[in-house]
């Protein structure tokens, strides 16, 4: 697609916008994004794998030319057009999509965009798109305009073929009004007399049916050409130096005459117009850029015709579509009516209940009838065949309810609902059925309705024969909720004919019509499975353990104990000690035994330890080998259940130190009218920490929390002390400032150490004498406020330093808390992350999901240096990601960048060399030759550069196999 040009490639810049106001997740720029990819590969099944640029008001465009391509979109691109957000799931509905939209998405996520192609004609109306034919079309290397479908029928085909960089021309240089605007010097042969006043008229429009007269018809070849059916056009460039129009609705809008097929309105009486330019899509076309909903109405009706239902129900969304947009409700409605019964047809009962809502009420009589079938279609027979007979006591006329009762005496065999039904004027061929002895099982001749014809089937094979006639008509037959019944009977009382293909055809039809009492009739049809005790945890880990020769052990933690389980003697805390420290464990000297052991791991937690005795005979198995029991042991490991918020106010903490003597410290200042000074690292919690002390303070009035780097200085002391009237450029009227508003309750100052000299005398004032004076005003005013404050930074250096007053200090610090890093709380975690993973999930409107076993953990490894507002954001990326189901460490990409903490220097050295090491071996495929070479070494030093550094090559080189094979 390099020979493209478009002025979302950057070929050229489009004479107009897009429309401002537009973003990602927006319909419109849906529409563009897709009609581009579409244009750059998606036609042909290969659509672009590139990042997208979001430009307003130009709109969105790709960030280069595509050099890769797949048969699908990326996932994250729809995400990012359907709902703004990359990391969302390209699969959830949008607030506001309709069932048509939302079939389009899925359809797009499949690599089918023709349905987005037919959506542009619904959306938005035919002079916008003509306005949007500069903006998305793209030429050729052969000079010939590419538009989407839903563009390209807007203009007739002949002018889309045009000399080499002619449609260049037309779609940049036109102005917003139409106009072409001429470009560099004029040629040397231009023909002047074309350009006085009296010629522009000729040569103005963008095709005539004759050259222009002023043009001197030895010209006429070089400054024209003629297009199909005797239209010509002068080369745009000429045009443009007289004000000629340009591609402009304008100048578009006129090549086609008005047509129900391209988006006008409907003629009365509401017919369709063919249009010479326009092709009618042919029958069976599941998604065609026709907006003509009397063709779509006609499509549907013929498809129901013949029984083709989904292909009806698609024709009838696009019809009640195109309605809706020209606000014709009669249409809507009369296509509504249509599709209730293609729906019921097919058995796609809610979707009939949809339908049935837009058609609006039917009369009294017709809609007791529907009713009837709806309860049939869903199985409920007892409640169609009562509402039947109650309306044949009112009209015994009535063919609807008449067949309607038929049908339920023949399927429930009901003596006196078959009675009713013989005194009843039904057609001969169901009198047949009704009359006929139950040992009779040949119609007098071949019916031609496939419902009869399928109950004789069905008689015929209960009667021993014909099993595989009555097959063959039941497939044929495509009334849903008439055959799934049928063959329900069938396979109850002929157990021998159950098989899973009927069966499974069966669900298929019941799942789509959501009855209840069917789903009840076809689990019991299924073969009952034999259900076996569910093995244990413990009995299968230990009959794994019982087939090792060696002393064996498995170690892991629950209710704070370490629990074993094996067989022979026991490692030694200190060879439990050496694997915990290092991760895994070489042969170790245990008395008179070696030792070997590794970590087990399930869903890339830690879930337990597994020790053996290497007797020297055989060789050790590979890590990956005890892997397999990893599964069992994680389901030993209490799960971090999502219980229920233990409110502790706006702080979540297990109460244990350093937080309990925080929460001691904070019910004993919170009563009192001291100002608080809070300290700690950046996203710990100040801010949460000065709420909670204004809830536990009694104060009864607000409290008013002011970012004091947010503002410049002048704004920062109209924001705290407020101003009057006039006191500066923009002071319309009188304003109170924050410290007012605080009234009775608390302001909080966070990063206090942020505010200007000035500021800071101000403020000391307002500590020590209670009362503020608004910017400009001559008097006071007395205030009843507490002060919190908040910095990460040392107040005492910045005292030391000058920077920061020395007496507003130790105005603040009436009473410090510290408030401990995340790194600090690690223990927590068990309790935090479950408790907080509900918080953020309820405030994102989601459901609470379970947390795989290790996750708390695993997260407690990390050394989240942005505390609990890194915590969180991951948290809530992490909610994206797994979709509903079990968090796991998978979905917390931070958790693969190694946290390592040092406490000197040669602990970050070693560290450093161990990463380094580790990382070329990996390079190298653990190549030990490769390896040494390329870091100078020889082989001995570096099996000692190994051991130095506690790097277990054996173990790290099985785990590297594993990861390798999982991705």
Request: glycine share 8%; net charge neutral.
């Amino acid at each position: 697609m390099n020979h493209l040009k478009a002025s979302w490639l950057g070929s050229w810049k489009a004479p107009w916008n897009l429309d401002k106001g537009r973003r990602w997740g927006d319909p419109a720029w849906a529409l563009a994004t897709i009609s581009q990819a579409w244009l750059l590969g998606g036609r042909e099944g290969k659509w672009p794998q590139i990042a997208w640029d979001a430009k307003r008001p130009e709109g969105p465009q790709p960030s280069n030319v595509p050099d890769r391509f797949g048969p699908v979109p990326p996932e994250e691109w729809i995400a990012l057009v359907r709902h703004g957000n990359a990391l969302a799931s390209p699969h959830l509905k949008g607030p506001r999509e309709n069932r048509l939209v939302s079939s389009c998405w899925e359809a797009l996520i499949r690599g089918d965009g023709s349905r987005w192609m037919a959506l542009g004609t619904v959306l938005f109306d035919r002079g916008l798109r003509t306005r949007w034919i500069p903006v998305l079309g793209a030429v050729d290397a052969a000079g010939t305009l590419l538009l989407p479908p839903f563009l390209e029928h807007l203009l007739p085909p002949w002018i889309l073929r045009l000399p080499q960089g002619w449609w260049e021309f037309l779609l940049s240089r036109t102005t917003s009004e139409g106009i072409l605007l001429p470009e560099g010097p004029p040629p040397m042969d231009l023909p002047w007399a074309l350009l006085e006043p009296e010629a522009w008229a000729s040569i103005q429009p963008l095709v005539q049916r004759e050259p222009p007269s002023a043009l001197p018809p030895e010209q006429v070849e070089r400054w024209a050409i003629q297009l199909d059916e005797g239209i010509w056009m002068l080369d745009p460039r000429l045009r443009a130096w007289s004000g000629g129009l340009g591609a402009h609705p304008k100048a578009l809008g006129v090549l086609l005459p008005p047509a129900s097929a391209l988006g006008d309105p409907l003629p009365e009486p509401p017919q369709s117009i063919p249009s010479s330019t326009f092709e009618y899509p042919a029958p069976g076309t599941s998604a065609h850029p026709c907006a003509d909903p009397i063709f779509w109405l006609e499509e549907g009706q013929r498809a129901s015709r013949a029984m083709d239902y989904p292909g009806a129900l698609n024709a009838f969304e696009w019809s009640c579509a195109h309605f809706t947009r020209l606000k014709n409700s009669e249409g809507t409605r009369r296509v509504a009516m249509e599709a209730v019964d293609a729906a019921l047809s097919w058995g796609d009962v809610p979707s009939a209940e949809v339908w049935r809502k837009l058609r609006g009420p039917l009369e009294a009589r017709e809609d007791r009838i529907e009713e009837a079938e709806f309860a049939a279609a869903r199985g409920d027979w007892d409640r169609a065949v009562n509402l039947s007979r109650s309306l044949l006591r009112e009209q015994p006329n009535c063919p609807s309810a008449a067949h309607l009762l038929v049908q339920g005496a023949l399927f429930s065999g009901q003596k006196a609902w078959l009675e009713e039904a013989r005194s009843l004027a039904v057609p001969g061929a169901w009198r047949d059925l009704l009359t006929a002895s139950p040992d009779h099982a040949a119609p007098r001749c071949e019916p031609a309705d496939p419902k009869i014809k399928l109950l004789w089937a069905l008689r015929r094979a209960k009667s021993g024969g014909g099993l595989d006639e009555f097959w063959e008509t039941w497939h044929a037959c495509q009334a849903q909720p008439f055959k799934l019944e049928i063959g329900l009977q069938m396979l109850e009382q002929l157990e021998a004919q159950r098989t899973p293909e009927r069966l499974l055809s069966l669900k298929m039809i019941a799942d789509r019509i959501q009855s209840s009492q069917y789903s009840l009739r076809l689990d019991a049809l299924w073969p009952a499975t034999k259900r076996t005790v569910e093995e244990s945890p413990e009995n299968v880990l230990q009959a794994w353990l019982e087939n090792r020769n060696q002393p064996t052990w498995i170690l892991w933690e629950a209710q704070g104990h370490s629990q074993w389980l094996g067989h022979g003697c026991r490692p030694s805390d200190a060879t439990v000690s050496a694997l915990q420290a290092g991760g895994g464990l070489g042969p170790r000297r245990d008395g008179d035994r070696y030792w070997c052991g590794h970590s087990l791991v399930w869903e890339g937690i830690q879930v337990g330890h597994l020790f053996e005795v290497v007797d020297g005979q055989s060789h050790p198995e590979e890590e990956s080998a005890h892997q397999i029991i990893a599964p069992w042991l994680a389901r030993l490991v209490p799960e971090a259940k999502a219980e229920p918020i233990l409110e502790t106010g706006s702080l979540l903490t297990d109460g244990s130190e350093p937080m309990a003597s925080l929460l001691v410290e904070t019910n004993r200042v919170a009563g009192s009218q001291l100002p608080v000074l809070i300290l700690g690292p950046t996203g710990s919690g100040k801010e949460l920490l000065a709420h909670e002390i204004h809830e536990r303070s009694g104060r009864t009035g607000p409290f008013i929390a002011i970012n004091c780097s947010e503002y410049a200085e002048s704004l920062m002391e109209s924001e705290l002390f407020g101003h009057v009237k006039g006191s500066f450029t923009g002071a319309d009227r009188d304003r109170k400032g924050s410290i007012e508003n605080a009234e009775g309750g608390t302001l909080f100052l966070d990063e206090v150490a942020d505010l200007s000299p000035k500021l800071q005398s101000l403020l000391l004032r307002v500590l020590q004498e209670k009362e503020v004076r608004r910017v400009g005003a001559e008097r006071v005013h007395k205030v009843n406020v507490r002060f919190l404050a908040a910095t990460h930074r040392s107040l005492d250096e910045m005292v030391a330093a000058g920077t920061f007053r020395k007496d507003l200090h130790y105005r603040l610090k009436g009473v410090v808390l510290h408030l401990p890093s995340l790194r600090e709380r690690r223990h927590e975690f068990p309790y935090l992350i479950p408790r907080l993973t509900i918080r953020i999930a309820k405030e994102a409107g989601l459901a609470a999901p379970e947390l795989a076993p290790g996750l708390p953990t695993a997260l407690a490894r990390y050394a989240w240096p942005g505390n609990f507002r890194e915590l969180r954001h991951a948290i809530e990326r992490a909610l994206l990601r797994s979709g509903g189901g079990i968090l796991k460490v998978a979905h917390f990409p931070e958790l693969k960048e190694e946290s390592i903490e040092v406490k000197s220097w040669d602990e970050a050295t070693r560290a450093f060399q161990r990463q380094f090491l580790l990382g070329t071996l990996k390079r190298h495929r653990f190549q030990i030759t490769e390896v040494a070479r390329t870091l100078g070494l020889t082989r001995p030093a570096l099996y000692l550069a190994a051991k130095r550094l506690n790097l277990d090559l054996v173990k790290e080189r099985a785990l590297w196999e594993v990861q390798s094979f999982t991705d």
